[in-house]
Each structure stands twice: as structure tokens, then as C-alpha cells.
């Protein structure tokens, strides 16, 4: 099992950026996928980028492409999230995970952090 905790998020203007991460420890770290979700009030949590343990096979929802960055660094075990030119639709919980598949649903993402709020102002 992995302990993940999420950290940096807070308030932002429309445009601004932001820099989550993600300090994981327990075993196995580096064998794991990494992920980001989200959620809003009364919605399913979304995914939003993962990567791969090798820090390689990126993938992101469609809508944060271009705009949202994310890194690992196994050596420091710890994830990034670089948000870019926020919108206030990106406004949510962010929460970190890890599973042992390439996947976006977060029915296959074992380990979870306590979520960071991210607010967009507009």
C-alpha cells in the first residue's frame, strides 16, 4: 500500500497557475501509476492526468492538454501537477492517486491521498 498526500492548492485568479503535489511512501512506489482526479459538489470524480512509474505514457483528459503538466520524480517519491492559464472550471478537489494499471477510471487507482482544494476566481 501507498500513503499519498496532496499539497498547493489554494485560490487563484482565471489565468493564474498553480503547482500541486503529491509525497507518497510505503512500498513499492516506483512500480505504481500515478494519477490526478477531481471533483466538484454532486459530480463523479473526473479523471485528469496520469503518468506511468518509468515517468514516461502521459495522458490527459482532454481539457486540461496543453494547459496542465505532470511530472514524477521516484528519487524524491514524490508527483507534480503544474496548472497552467486556470479556468474556473478546473475549480475542485484535487486528489492524488495510485494504481497498478494505465487507467481513468477511478475504480482501478488502489491508493488515494485527503485532497487539496484548487478554487479558479473568475
Known amino acids: 500500500q501507498v500513503q499519498l498526500v496532496e499539497s498547493g492548492g489554494g485560490l487563484v485568479q482565471a489565468g493564474g497557475s498553480l503547482t500541486l503535489s503529491c509525497a507518497a511512501s510505503?512500498?513499492?512506489?516506483?512500480?505504481?501509476?500515478m494519477g490526478w482526479f477531481r471533483q466538484v459538489p454532486g459530480k463523479e470524480r473526473e479523471f485528469v492526468a496520469r503518468?506511468?512509474?518509468?515517468?514516461?505514457?502521459?495522458y490527459y483528459r482532454d481539457s486540461v492538454k496543453g494547459r496542465f503538466t505532470i511530472s514524477r520524480d521516484n528519487a524524491k517519491t514524490t508527483m507534480q501537477l503544474q496548472m497552467n492559464s486556470l479556468k474556473p472550471e478546473d475549480t475542485a478537489v484535487y486528489y492524488c492517486a495510485a494504481g497498478s494499471v494505465r487507467s481513468t477510471n477511478s475504480k482501478d487507482y488502489r491508493d488515494w491521498g485527503q485532497g487539496t482544494q484548487v478554487t479558479v476566481s473568475s
Open positions: 503518468i506511468h512509474w518509468s515517468g514516461g505514457f502521459t
Open positions: 510505503g512500498r513499492a512506489y516506483s512500480t505504481y501509476v
